[in-house]
């Protein structure tokens, strides 16, 4: 199981917008050189943040802003906005149904899954932007 790294690039991102705030037009090229990406990639994600409202996007040479304070802007919404695929589980596929185990594996495990899951899903909540700039004061202090 693993998340896809859209989650830590944008985070990445929008860590790197407010930190060069006023100080650096925050385009695409110069995020995609914080992250040490293709601009192509940074340019996707930064659409999808938008989409979600989360920052906006001036053409050209304009850079990017936080909509949002960095308080009121969660891990999960920032996972809402550039995961696709959020199903954190993929069982597999065609158990033996003749099998003790196999007959049940796919409703057990859903139960179970699913409530994993949703608490991850909240424990995102709990977490925001502000959260990871100040954590980034503390280590290049």
Do not use: W
Not at 15 to 28: C, D, V
Not at 34 to 39: E, Y
């Amino acid at each position: 199981m693993h998340i896809t790294a859209k989650l830590t690039i944008a985070l990445h991102v929008l860590m790197a917008i407010k930190q060069f705030e006023g100080q650096y037009k925050t385009t695409s090229s110069f995020l995609a050189g914080s992250v040490n990406v293709n601009a192509v990639v940074i340019r996707n994600i930064l659409l999808q943040l938008k989409a979600a409202g989360l920052i906006t996007v001036r053409a050209g040479t304009g850079g990017s802003q936080l909509i949002k304070e960095p308080k009121d802007i969660t891990l999960l919404d920032v996972y809402q906005a550039v995961v696709e695929d959020q199903d954190l589980f993929r069982l597999h596929e065609n158990p033996n149904p003749q099998c003790p185990v196999g007959r049940y594996v796919h409703q057990i495990l859903e139960l179970r899954l699913s409530a994993l899951q949703q608490k991850f899903l909240d424990d995102m909540k709990d977490i925001t932007l502000q959260d990871l700039l100040d954590d980034l004061k503390r280590c290049s202090a």
